[in-house]
Each structure stands twice: as C-alpha cells, then as structure tokens.
C-alpha cells in the first residue's frame, strides 16, 4: 500500500511564517510536520509516499530527496501554481498511487495509528474517512458518522482518509475540493467513517502552532 501526503497548499492563514516556507515544513517538536507523518508511515510498514508540491515545493523535495536518507521511497506529484484542491490533487497523482492508498493532510499533527487504517477492509470504488471531536475553531463539524444517519452530529474531517482508485472514476480533474465529493459518496453510502479521539491538530494559524508546540514540548512522546 501507498500513502499521500498533501503538501500543495498556500496556507495564507499562517502568514509570515509560509511566506517563504511550505506549511508541512513548519516545526513541531523540532521537526518538520510533514516528517511526522513520513514516520508514521513507516512505523506503519507504509513506505512508499506520494507528496504533491506547488507553493514553495522545493523546500520539501530539498529537504527530503528521494527519501533514501529516511528509509522510505518519495515521489512527488508536481501541481501548477496555486495548487489543484485536496481531490484534484490526489486525481492527479492517481497513475502514482496504484489502486489503493491512504491520503493524510500535511498541515495535521496526530498520533492516530496508521497502521489501523491500512488494515481496513474496503470494497472496490469505496472511501474511509477518520473524524474527530470538534475543536473550537469548526463547532459545527463537517460530516456525521454514517451509522448514524444524515441527522445526528457532525465531527471534523480529521485530513485522513483511505480511498480505492475507483472511488474517482468518471471525474475530471483539474481544481477540485473534496469536501463536496465526501458528502455526495457519503449519503451514497460509498464512505465509511470512524471517530477517533486522541491527539489531533488542525495547524492552521501561527498561534495554534505555537499552543502545539508548548502542548507537546511535555509529553513522554512525540511522534
């Protein structure tokens, strides 16, 4: 199995710091939040990586290589400037991923186990979606869990997902949100979900970085 990193965002919200840096390479812990995730995988036995690059990209082919100094393959997935969304990007990486990968968003911080994940059954042309407890800045959520119908509470869209190629067919690429892709196959039933409640962060602003990185700088792990 594969894995994608999402990478290709101008993360404006988090200016000055992405002014001249991609948000994945903002650190926490003393490295990168993209490298977290890259460990991860690899404790995971996942070690084939697909990174998608536009703003400041070369920040992270430079820093990362091929992936050899880190024990994993990396191939990068290169978008125009100004990036393709979240589902435009992975269709456009689609010929590098083989039939069935996992997605992670690059500006997260999470211990969530991906090794639970990848061993998930799914059925040709489905998704898996991990949700969370709403944090204070999405009160409302974004989906509901799909055993418990279209009316009960919406979680967060954790930024990590499962999805079987087909899952894409018939779509056109280009500049493509996927949120309302999420919607429309989760009231098909085509998405299955998961809550997960542990440690998860949504690095969107300078000073949820910095609330991060004084949250961890005590824990017995990171990583």
């Known amino acids: 199995m594969k894995a994608m990193i999402l990478a290709a965002g101008r993360g404006q ?26 460990e991860r995988l690899k404790s995971a036995g996942i070690t084939e990586i697909v990174i998608n690059l ?3 990209g070369d920040k992270i082919s430079d820093y990362f290589g091929d992936g050899s100094a880190f024990d994993v393959k990396i191939i990068y997935s290169h978008e125009p400037e100004g990036g393709l969304e979240t589902a435009g990007g992975i269709i456009h990486a689609l010929p590098l991923l083989g039939d069935d990968f996992i997605v992670i968003n690059g500006d997260i911080f ?6 639970s994940l990848a061993q998930l059954h799914l059925d040709i042309g489905e998704g898996h979606i991990v949700l969370v407890e709403n944090p204070a800045h999405n009160p409302d959520g974004d989906f509901t869990l799909r055993h418990l119908g279209p ?24 500049v ?4 309302p892709l999420l919607r ?12 997960y409640i542990g440690m998860w962060n949504d690095v969107g602003t300078p000073q949820r970085l910095v609330q991060l990185n004084e949250h961890v700088r005590g824990a017995p792990h990171v990583g």
């Open 13 to 38: 919200r988090m200016m000055p710091l992405t002014a001249k840096l991609p948000k994945p390479m903002l650190q926490v812990a003393g490295m990168p939040l993209i490298e977290h995730h890259i």
């Open 54 to 56: 536009a703003w400041q």
């Open 110 to 115: 999470t211990d969530y186990d991906i090794s």
């Open 151 to 174: 009316e009960s509470q919406k979680y967060t869209f954790s930024g990590i997902s499962r999805f079987q190629r087909h899952f894409f067919d018939g779509l056109q690429g280009g």
């Open 176 to 179: 493509l949100p996927l949120g």
């Open 184 to 195: 429309m196959r989760l009231n098909e039933c085509d998405v299955s979900t998961q809550l």
